[in-house]
């Protein structure tokens, strides 16, 4: 069995990737939980779109999923967007390396070829599978999007998340 890897950034307050993992055996189980916080006709979840009261349920449910979080951190430091993802990729590439992984991007169309590339220049043998997707073709995006969003808040929000083991990594 392998692991997923959802990936979606947040860049309010600097710049910082939001990995969740996701072993294949526990897929199933997520999707129907995510599943089951959609809105009736709804077809994703988006923090960005959702209110107030509803932002609350769905970040108490995401905390109460025992799931595994990395954050890396690539806000420090000097550069513009691409060179931040560019540190904050590679940390993560190199935090999986000998792990069966198959990273799950958040589709970013502006990023989606820088990605390509900068993936492409990995050593074949430490190169993770990956894909680009929207969040309405995998419902795991909604994961690290909710995860992103409240961190990038802090306070009430950060603290929504206690109950998860969050690891940040400077990149």
């Known amino acids: 069995m392998g692991t997923r890897y959802l990936i979606d ?17 526990r897929v199933r189980e997520l999707r129907a939980a995510v599943s089951a916080l959609l809105m009736s006709g709804q077809r994703s979840l988006h923090m960005k779109s959702e209110g107030g009261a509803r932002r609350k349920i769905i970040a108490d449910a995401v905390a109460a999923s025992a799931l ?4 890396v951190d690539a806000s420090r430091g000097p550069g513009k967007e691409h060179e931040r993802r560019a540190r904050a990729l590679g940390a993560l590439v190199e935090q999986i390396a000998g792990v069966d ?6 589709r970013d169309d502006t990023m989606e070829r820088f990605d390509r590339r900068l993936l492409s220049a990995v050593p074949p043998h430490l190169r993770p599978a990956y894909v680009h997707l929207q969040r309405h073709e995998d419902l795991l995006l909604a994961l690290p999007d909710v995860i992103a969003w409240c961190w990038a808040r802090g306070g009430e929000w950060r603290r929504r998340l206690d109950p998860l083991p969050i690891r940040v990594v400077e990149a």
């Open 101 to 106: 992984a198959h990273l799950v991007f958040d």
């Open 68 to 71: 595994d979080v990395l954050l």
């Open 9 to 25: 950034e947040t860049k309010a307050k600097g710049y910082m990737v939001v990995v969740v993992t996701c072993p294949d055996e």
